[in-house]
């Protein structure tokens, strides 16, 4: 069980610009969630897959993000026209629904973020 | 509405002293709770859990959270601080059974003094 990877770990950009970040989850997930963390504040829910399948998207998650999870192994989270407000660091999580019990509870691992810099 | 509430955004004690981070939610239900941990430059790790079972939980690193529902809180402790705890502490809820997103607290940066 290597954890949770994501890749790059900081991404520097200029406004306008599209950027693509990938989460590889643990091995045996079949959930796999995306936050996004800005500076002095908690991790705000994006979205997140089950398998292939996109099942929830925030409001947060503008026209100009795009999720994808095509064959329900790693996923990447794309921004299209770069905005200085999209500086933040972009957490992935990801778990597993066959530790299902009574309390129907899944733990979130998290990975290390890629923090995202638009000049 | 749903949130979740910690209070105090910075909380220093010295080391070996008591801490105490604060957490408390708004819901008609109780949710499941938890604890994360966030070092510099590095992603979350759950500390603790609530999951409807023992309202007294305990944690990696010596700490344990109680659940208390008339007070809709979830307030973490640990007897002894030690160096190693200086971090940000996340308190996060998953308000509704089958709505999988968390909703996390602002986050309680610890400073442990020597």
């Known amino acids: 069980d290597t954890g949770v990877s994501q890749d790059p770990r900081h991404k520097i950009t200029k406004r306008g610009q599209n950027v693509t970040f990938r989460c590889d989850p643990i091995s045996e997930h079949n959930r796999l969630y995306w936050y996004r963390q800005t500076l002095g504040q908690g991790p705000e829910f994006l979205t997140y897959f089950q398998n292939e399948a996109q099942l929830e998207k925030s409001r947060l998650l503008s026209d100009r993000f795009s999720a994808e999870r095509p064959k329900g192994s790693f996923s990447t989270l794309e921004i299209q026209r770069t905005e200085q407000g999209d500086s933040a660091m972009y957490l992935c999580a990801s778990s597993s629904d066959l530790g299902r019990g009574t309390s129907g509870l899944y733990e979130q691992y998290f990975g290390p973020g890629t923090r995202l810099t638009v000049t | 509405a749903q949130s979740v509430t910690q209070l105090g955004s910075h909380v220093s004690v010295s080391e070996g002293a008591l801490v105490l981070l604060r957490c408390n939610y708004s819901s008609s239900v109780p949710p499941y709770l938890f604890w994360y941990v966030q070092y510099p430059n590095q992603g979350l790790q759950l500390l603790l859990k609530y999951t409807s079972a023992a309202t007294l939980v305990k944690g990696i690193n010596g700490f344990e959270a109680e659940f208390k529902k008339s007070e809709t809180s979830f307030h973490l402790t640990k007897p002894s601080a030690h160096m190693s705890d200086a971090a940000e502490y996340f308190c996060?809820?998953?308000?509704?059974?089958?709505?999988?997103?968390?909703?996390f607290g602002t986050g309680t940066r610890l400073t442990i003094i020597p």
């Open positions: 996060a809820v998953r308000f509704n059974f089958g709505n999988e997103k968390l909703t």
